[in-house]
């Protein structure tokens, strides 16, 4: 009997075990996974370079620096695009503080409306009467009467045959429908040119966002499905999957995209070329300045690998001299010869 109780026991603290153990591991993907998604979402809004610049006037920061720089060029421009005709009632201009007025390019600046971002109308035009920011003198502020200014796109435009670079802190626009949210936050922007000075600005998603790429991530899926069967693997296995895959709608967008990358891990997990005794993993080095990974990646304090001359491995030296000169061809010489992405 109290074996019987022992080997129950067991059992039952393994389960515990592998339960704990399978909710962590997955914890952990989940959260890459969600991060993807987030890199997805900023990518599909931003594709270019001067539209990842642009995205600086309407982060939301307001600091008297520059929110995006375009090169020093003729009749430089950034633009946002407010996705559809809106019934615009206020825009607010916020200026770079670091330059004195009569210094600043922007003082001569043009405000364009659009509503297809081909044929534009001027609004304005600042005709050199310098605006400020977050000081005393204030963002220039446009305000309009309702229905005299519908748009989609806004540009603000310096009006220059001399090259000139063109740099702002912030864009604020207020519609009639929402006077007190600023619709053109994070909205996509475009701007005519990128510098050096030029950035990516990444929006940071909130966790209870619901754009989730669950139609992009089911498009793929069913790709890599028709290739794994054109790789012989077993059709009726396939097919079970395809259906799953297929069948969406029934969760929060969310649950549907962590869903569908289980069933693509599935997938992947089925690939015949995944047919190999052993995997090595190689950190690549991304550093330019201080290429030595060795010791900024693998510091004495991480086993295996790292410091030759670490005291983990002068004790290791006396006992396997061999394993040294093994770890140091892995280092210097043996890197994958290709590591395309399986999905
Ligand atoms: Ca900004």
Redesign the pocket.
Known sequence: MNNYRYVIAVFALLALYTTAAAEFDRSLIEADWLQQAQSWRNLSRTQTATGQDAL????????GKF?FHTERTANPWWQVDLEKVMPIAKILVYNRLDYAPGLHNADTMKVLISNDGEQWTQIHDCAGKHFGGMNDLGPLNLSFEKGKVNARFVRLQIPSTAPVYFHL??VEIFSFDQPDQNIALWMPAEQSSKSQWSMNKHRVLETDETLFPVEETQERLLKFAAYLKEQGVDATKIAAIEKDIARTGEKSPKEEYLRLRQLGRQLVLMNPLLDFDRLLFVKRNTQLSYPDICLNHMPWVSRPGGDDESPHFQRRRTVDANSRLRRKALWRHERPRSAQPLL
């Not at 600086?56 to 600091?63: E, P, Y």
């Open positions: 600086g006037a309407v982060d939301g920061v307001k600091d929110g802190d912030e």
